[in-house]
């Protein structure tokens, strides 16, 4: 298994609170991706880092925030968590010239 | 856009029932094709991939075949078991450019009973 955690692995907030999630890594992976999983939407890209301080965004990217300091950890920030972010959140990894991602076990968010 | 667009479910078999989920997708050029697995309470697992048109993608008895002729993935298994119970997601990446993003079907869940 690819060395991938998210941490935390549930969560409960109220509406307009910040929130945090991390994906770390073990691989050394350039590339890195946080999706949410919704019924009837399957997976969608919130935003995905292309290296260290370079990110860019996905199709839902409104009202989250990515962040990407050193190889291993790359941050979802929910500045204002709404009710629509409930959601589960997966992050994942994809090492240069391979086309494979690599999935973490999942965040499962619930916003009040 | 690029998009996937899967067959609903849930798909209910039994045990040794032949399966096949279908998969059509719309893409500029030749992307790759995957389909990835989600156990209860799991994230996503690879199950198998194709990278140009006619490669067929195998693993734990599950096929798929690149068809760009009808832009098509479908999966197949000749005898499901009862651990198959999952959800299957057909995805593809760009050939080049954006990150390789993935688009992801919605989902087919399959359920098979003894």
């Known amino acids: 298994d690819a060395g991938i955690t998210q941490s935390p692995r549930h969560k409960v907030t109220e509406t307009g609170t910040p929130v945090t999630l991390r994906c770390h890594q073990t691989e050394n992976h350039r590339y890195m991706y946080w999706y949410r999983q919704d019924p009837g939407h399957g997976l969608r890209l919130i935003h995905y880092s292309y290296g260290v301080k370079d990110t860019d965004k996905g199709e839902v990217s409104d009202g989250y925030s990515v962040s990407r300091s050193k190889t291993e950890d790359f941050l979802l920030t929910l500045e204002s968590a709404t009710s629509s972010q409930t959601s589960v959140y997966f992050c994942?990894?994809?090492?240069?010239?391979?086309?494979?991602?690599?999935f973490g076990p999942g965040t499962r968010l619930l916003v009040l | 856009g690029d998009s996937v667009t899967q067959m609903e479910g849930p798909v209910t078999l039994s045990e040794e029932a032949f399966l096949t989920i279908n998969c059509t997708y719309t893409a500029t050029g030749y992307p790759s094709l995957f389909w990835y697995v989600q156990y209860p309470g799991e994230g996503l697992q690879l199950l198998l991939k194709?990278?140009?048109?006619?490669d067929k993608g195998s693993n734990k008895g599950f096929e798929a075949t690149y068809r760009k002729e009808t832009t098509s993935f479908h999966l197949e298994k000749g005898s499901v078991q009862v651990s198959d119970s999952a959800v299957y997601f057909c995805?593809?990446?760009?050939?080049?450019?954006?990150?390789?993003?993935?688009?992801f079907g919605t989902g087919t869940q399959l359920k098979v009973e003894l």
């Open positions: 995805a593809l990446s760009p050939l080049v450019g954006g990150g390789n993003k993935l688009t």
């Open positions: 994942a990894i994809r090492a240069a010239r391979q086309e494979t991602q690599y």
């Open positions: 194709a990278t140009k048109a006619d």
